[in-house]
């Protein structure tokens, strides 16, 4: 019997390059004979070690003492691999050492002449796979839907390709293939879901059958987004307009109370100021005129006739309340709209006649990003580039925007998103219940280790100590006493307050020694479970270079934790799958909150590439006690925040704009925080009956980036990565004393891997390439220093700057893991790229599974993919 429920669809994110591309780029000699050349240093060095011995003896019992000075220098030269010169050997001093001795010093001297051929050899052999490869990354560099992607990542490097035949020879500059083949690599071994490198498809659970097969067609769509940040731009200038605004509806700001006499709500972002102005009487009389919303003239006209002043006035007011923030305009574009030049074009030709210009520049640009091309008409596709990035320039002159020059507007202003609408994705359950039964139970014990639980339990203690035990104050009370609490100097707050502090401050995780010593009982005791449930995971059964903990001792781990520490109720867990022994097994790439987090996106992006409808996911719990799932309204800026509703409600959050009914949105500033005296926790609940609310970001942009509010109200009461490449659970942290090479096992809970096994060291220990060393020499290096420490040549590797703060650590495009497979003398390009001028450490990550063991589906070729799937606890939602 099952403790979860799964969504009916899945995903999955190909990868936009076939498998079999990494052996094209691998295939040549070079790296067999580095071997041979390490292997022959090894046996030279045995017996170089044996000789040495050999003559110490010799020397000792000579009878013809004139020999021993010859018989030192031989040694020496032994000693030091090199050729012995004449007077250090002959036939005279070979007779005078025993028989045996003296036909290994010749088979040593041959070995060496051998050595000595073997890396001339290496030399030829790394200049003719260099050659090889540039004529293989070329034939990559053919595939259309390879180049409609790279049109768009680095039109530049597109450019330099069809520079690079003349007279149809093949030459690259050396830039060329770094670029060339991090992107060729990027597209075989990724799934990052936001280029053409990648593209998604939808899928669903059957009884039984394959792993994961595919029953329709693999065709490509394209989905072009225009950046919602240039729109958001585009907006606000035209916003300034009267003629614009003039037919808009305006509504109250969703933050905005009466309190003490004073207007208080949340400003602009990105600061998100807390405004607080006096309830003047003008100000309190037109909150009642605008009501839920009103369009603005009627406002200004009430205003106008009321006062008995003229309209002019009443509009200047209108404005500064807009401008301050008390009001909003109610469109004209939703921030999820599937159309926003349309809705823009619409409300442009009925209200500002006088911008005909600009309304004709955002037809043609409404044109352009709408005209269907198929993904392989490359020549097309860069002409439709270049025109919206010419638009746009026009646009951003006529509107005063002060925007960048059209060749750097164009890699920002759109994005495009790879999906396979006809794919027909199925996955067997009866294959997948074992994985999914796992990951259910590791659901339960990573809810110790979220990384948000002890903000969490800070916030409970802080609600009783600044509310009072039992309290329910308005969550945007809460917030608002919290950044004043921020704001005061240590010695001017409380002591109940200054253990508390460093969880409040989201804007920057907690020192890791916050927990160890902290004077609350609930975060001290905290610091114990996770040390000890760490413990029970490492000190797991060793297995060579695996660890290994059976499910069970999690889950009677878990079941022992207090009461504070809830299992989320939904996970969306991102997957590669491998069969191994005949059993299917799964690495463990991230674990987000679920409740459709992603499916949003997906399914959209899906519809819009000609997909069917998928399930809206947006069911009214029918759980009586089961809490209301409702989702931040908007997308901050960010297009990866674009998604169809998932969820039943939504919080209307200030400066937003959304299509969806009253019925269905919660204003910000009916959110009520609940304290729980028994167990010390906090509920979040909304205004008017009491409900339960359970708030979800269901948008793809990362949680520290979201504005201050919505920052606090996912931490204290949503769901945030649970396990995340750049938020290591089970590795120790980076130090910058750390010597050497450290070597992390592999961890597998049941059929799961929850991390992969890593190499790591300070760049000063690894071989980077060296001022005037051939790349021959540098391979062979590094080819040496990978065998002696049982470094794959296959792996993925990052970079973990020395400096800098944690946003940058994060979110740094160095900590993305780049695979590379160094028997490539392109890929050792690429290492040699990014270590370059670095400092810091490196981390070789193996690569799990080996993309060589991806598999293919029904009439396609094997491509390496990442599986969505989301579990939710039953009873939660």
């Known amino acids: 019997m099952t403790s979860y429920s799964l969504a009916t669809s899945f995903f999955a994110r190909f990868c936009g390059l076939p498998a079999t591309m990494l052996d094209e780029l691998t295939g040549g000699r070079c790296w067999q004979s580095a071997q041979d050349v390490l292997a022959l240093d090894d046996e030279l060095l045995k017996e170089s070690e044996e000789l040495s011995d050999l003559l110490y003896t010799a020397i000792g019992g000579l009878g ?139 899928g669903t659970w059957s009884a039984d059958g394959p792993v994961l097969s595919s029953s329709g067609e693999d065709r490509i769509a394209c989905v072009l987004e225009l950046d919602r940040m240039v729109l958001g731009q585009i907006l606000g200038a035209l916003l300034a307009r009267e003629d614009v605004t003039r037919g808009l509806l305006v509504r109250p700001n969703p933050s905005l109370r009466e309190v003490n006499g004073r207007y208080t709500f949340l400003g602009r972002r990105p600061a998100e100021s807390l405004v607080s102005l ?70 442009l030709v009925t209200t500002a006649p006088d911008l005909n210009a600009v309304t004709a520049d955002l037809t043609a640009l409404r044109d352009e990003l709408t005209r269907e091309l198929p993904p392989t008409q490359i020549e097309g596709y860069r002409t439709r580039q270049t025109a919206i990035a010419r638009l746009l320039t026009t646009i951003g002159h006529r509107l005063e925007l002060n925007w960048p020059p059209p060749d750097v507007l164009g890699k920002v202003a759109f994005h495009e998103n790879a999906v396979l609408p006809d794919s027909s994705l199925t996955a067997s359950m009866t294959e997948w219940r074992p994985v999914l039964d796992d990951l259910d139970v590791l659901r339960r014990w990573l809810s110790l280790h979220d990384r948000m639980l002890p903000v969490r339990i800070a916030l409970g203690v802080y609600v009783r100590h600044r509310f009072g035990a039992g309290a329910t104050p308005a969550f945007l009370d809460m917030h608002a006493a919290i950044q004043s609490d921020l704001a005061r100097d240590d010695v001017d707050c409380p002591d109940w307050l200054l253990p508390l502090r460093p969880f409040l401050q989201l804007s920057q995780p907690a020192p890791p020694d916050a927990l160890e010593h902290n004077a609350v009982p609930e975060l001290a005791l905290l610091h114990r479970l996770r040390r000890e449930s760490l413990e029970t995971v490492l000190s797991g059964e060793r297995d060579g270079a695996v660890l290994r903990t059976d499910p069970a001792v999690l889950a009677e781990l878990a079941a022992g934790w207090p009461d504070w520490v809830r299992p989320p109720g939904s996970i969306a867990c991102y997957l590669q799958t491998e069969i191994v022994a005949d059993r299917l097994t799964a690495v463990v790439n991230t674990i987000s909150g679920g409740y459709g987090k992603g499916a949003g996106r997906w399914s959209r992006l899906l519809r819009q590439g000609g997909g069917q409808q998928l399930s809206a996911g947006r069911s009214t719990p029918t759980a009586e006690h089961a809490p209301a799932l409702a989702e931040l309204s908007g997308t901050f800026g960010v297009s990866v925040n674009l998604r169809a509703p998932t969820a039943p409600y939504e919080i209307d959050y200030p400066y937003t704009t959304t299509a969806r009914p009253a019925t269905e949105r919660i204003p910000l500033r009916d959110l009520v925080v609940r304290h729980d005296p028994g167990t010390g926790t906090l509920e979040l609940a909304a205004r008017p009956g009491n409900r339960r609310i359970q708030p979800a970001h269901l948008g793809m942009m990362a949680d520290p980036l979201l504005p201050p509010a919505a920052r606090l109200l996912l931490a204290a009461f949503g769901q945030s990565y649970l396990l995340h490449p750049s938020l290591s659970l089970l590795k120790p942290a980076l130090s910058g004393g750390t010597r050497g090479v450290e070597f992390l096992p592999r961890v597998e809970v049941g059929r799961l891997v929850v991390q992969r096994a890593e190499w790591r060291a300070p760049i000063d220990q690894v071989p980077v390439v060296r001022a005037g060393e051939t790349d021959a020499e540098h391979l062979l290096r590094l080819a040496g220093w990978l065998r002696v420490h049982g470094i794959p040549r296959r792996s993925f590797v990052r970079l ?78």
């Open 64 to 202: 013809n003492p004139s020999f021993k000075p010859r018989l030192v220098a031989l040694r020496r030269s032994i000693h030091g691999m090199r050729l012995p010169a004449r007077r250090e050997w002959g036939e005279e001093l070979a007779r005078a050492l025993p028989r045996d001795t003296s036909e290994r010093i010749e088979r040593w001297q041959d070995n060496l002449h051998r050595q000595r051929d073997a890396r001339r050899e290496l030399a030829a052999a790394v200049e003719q796979d260099r050659a090889d490869e540039t004529a293989r990354l070329f034939k990559i560099a053919a595939d259309p839907v390879f180049r409609h992607a790279l049109s768009q990542a680095s039109p530049t490097l597109l450019d330099e390709l069809e520079r690079c035949r003349p007279g149809g020879r093949a030459r690259l500059k050396r830039r060329t293939v770094v670029g060339l083949t991090k992107f060729a690599s990027r597209a075989a071994t990724k799934t990052s879901p936001y280029s053409t490198f990648t593209a998604t498809a939808a």
């Open 800 to 877: 973990h700057t020395a400096d800098g703060d944690w946003v940058n650590n994060v979110f740094a495009k160095s900590r993305k893991p780049m695979f590379l497979d160094l028997a490539s003398m392109s890929m050792l390009a690429v290492f040699q790229h990014m270590t370059k001028s670095f400092t810091g450490h490196v981390a070789f990550e193996e690569a799990l599974p080996d993309p060589a063991h991806a598999r293919p589906l029904t009439g396609s070729e094997p491509r390496v993919a990442e599986i969505v799937v989301e579990l939710t606890a039953d009873g939660s939602s």
């Open 278 to 347: 006096p309830a003047a009487p003008q100000i309190a009389a037109s909150l009642r005129i605008v009501g839920d919303q009103c369009s603005l003239v009627h406002l200004r006209d009430t205003l106008a006739s009321r006062a008995r002043k003229g309209t002019d006035a009443a509009a200047r007011f209108c404005a500064q309340l807009i401008t301050i923030g008390a009001l909003e305009y109610a469109g004209p574009v939703c921030d999820q709209s599937e159309n926003p030049l349309d809705d823009l074009i619409g409300h």
